[in-house]
């Protein structure tokens, strides 16, 4: 039972770490966190857009983070590390807000979606799947899903820890609108199955 209660606060720690770095380093362009226990140090990886911001002058705003991760989440010695996003297309929550900045322009949602895929199949991905929920139509409208996906999306299993998965909300002027987003990078080996190219429909393909 000590086992299972540390591993359940290992994971919630992790949660509000990367709850915490996604508000704070939203501007440098915040995409995910990697955090590996060593019995020395906690070695906690940051993936963001744009590293500059995120080490700031003289390491001055890396400083206070790692203090931050330290003394608010009880983490003992942390080693933070800044790695740039090689490509923001296969990134999920980057994927995902640029969605939501579009929603919220009022751009169609479909229209999003469907070259949104497009771009992150064309970047290489074995598969992805994207989803908006809510308010999509006028206002008095009811809220309503759509959900688009090409290549390969496994949804059970441990295979599913191979594929990618952030969320973000959009707040339009007709109300909240969800937005998930799932990738499998390029280079993924599932065990059970050998996967093809992907053909892209022309009605994916020829969207703006």
């Known amino acids: 039972m000590a086992i299972e209660t540390k591993f359940i606060e ?24 990697e955090i590996q226990k060593t019995p020395i140090l906690t070695r906690i990886t940051v993936y963001v857009l744009n590293p500059g911001r995120v080490i700031g002058r003289g390491g001055r705003t890396i400083d206070t983070i790692t203090e ?10 942390p080693q933070v590390n800044v790695m740039e996003v090689e490509n923001k297309m296969l990134e999920p929550l980057i994927v995902a807000k640029n969605i939501t900045e579009k929603l919220e322009r009022g751009i169609n ?25 809510g308010k999509l ?18 949804k059970a299993g441990d295979v599913t820890e191979l594929v990618k998965e952030a969320s973000a909300t959009a707040y339009s002027k007709y109300g909240a609108i969800g937005v998930k987003v799932r990738i499998v ?21 020829n969207s703006y």
């Open 137 to 154: 139509a006028a206002k008095g409208a009811r809220a309503k899903s759509i959900r688009k996906s090409l290549g390969y999306i496994p």
């Open 68 to 77: 931050t991760i330290r003394n608010r989440f009880r983490v003992e010695n």
């Open 109 to 133: 949602a479909r229209r999003v979606i469907q070259s949104t895929l497009r771009e992150i199949i064309q970047n290489g991905a074995l598969g992805a799947e994207i989803v908006a929920s």
């Open 185 to 205: 990078p390029p280079g993924t080996v599932f065990p059970d199955r050998e996967l093809k190219a992907i053909e892209i429909p022309k009605s994916i393909l």
């Open 10 to 33: 290992d994971s919630i720690i992790k949660l509000n770490i990367s709850q915490y770095l996604t508000k704070e380093l939203s501007r440098a362009g915040f995409s995910r966190v």
